[in-house]
């Protein structure tokens, strides 16, 4: 199957610095990805949908200030926590969807730890 | 409000044992559903999804579901469970085949030998 890949796996920053973490679709293009957080022991919500060329769609409750996503190009997305704070240590888990096969795929995940 | 339910975060079964993971959905009209299973620093991968259509579902690694209108359910069941399938399931639910999902709140299946 297709395979979606996400950089870094692992981060840890102190709090008040911004992360950037890349979502690629690896053999094919998406034009939308998902962006997904998972806390500790509760399921993914989905924060925002990322499109290419154009705007993010967040879902409400979602800060678009704080967590910015750029989808240059169609095999990638980037999703910048900016100023992070300990309340954002989660684990984020993007998607890339392929309408020819109707489906989609997860990346592994981005575990970030803000201190 | 569309919602996914599973009722049961943790459960234990014997290997070998058969296996049954609840999930209870809440859309207004039949949406996509689907199971996937999640293992430690792995991705999540679909198991099964259900469309329409026949309403049980084969996947791979030995898995169905079954899609039951009437219970708003769709039952993830495997006859006979390996040490290996010890991880976390969850059942989504979403408008289309390859949109935005709901999730569950995720079972923990342990496995003992």
């Known amino acids: 199957g297709a395979v979606v890949s996400q950089h870094p796996s692992r981060v840890i920053c102190k709090s008040g610095t911004s992360v950037k973490i890349e979502c690629r679709s690896l053999d094919f293009q998406a034009t939308t990805m998902f962006w997904y957080r998972q806390f500790p022991k509760q399921s993914l919500m989905l924060m925002a949908t990322?499109?290419?060329?154009?705007?993010?769609?967040?879902e409400q409750g979602v800060e678009k200030d704080k967590f910015l996503i750029n989808h240059a190009s169609l095999t990638l997305s980037t999703l910048t926590v900016t100023s992070a704070h300990p309340e954002d240590s989660s684990f984020y888990i993007c998607?890339?969807?392929?309408?020819?096969?109707?489906?989609?795929?997860f990346g592994p995940g981005t575990r970030l730890l803000v201190l | 409000a569309q919602s996914v339910t599973q009722p049961d975060i943790h459960i234990t079964v014997s290997e070998g044992a058969s296996l049954e993971l609840r999930c209870n959905y809440s859309?207004?009209?039949?949406?996509?559903l689907f199971w996937y299973v999640q293992s430690p620093g792995q991705g999540l991968q679909l198991l099964l999804k259900y469309f329409s259509g026949d309403t049980l579902v084969q996947g791979i690694k030995g898995f169905e579901a079954e899609f039951k209108r009437s219970q708003s359910s769709f039952n993830l069941r495997k006859p006979s469970v390996h040490w290996s399938d010890a991880a976390e399931y969850f059942c989504a639910g979403g408008g289309t085949s390859y949109g935005k999902l709901t999730f569950g709140q995720g079972t923990i299946l342990t496995v003992h030998p």
């Open positions: 859309y207004g009209a039949t949406p996509y």
């Open positions: 990322s499109n290419e060329g154009s705007k993010a769609t967040y």
């Open positions: 998607s890339a969807p392929t309408s020819a096969q109707e489906t989609q795929y």
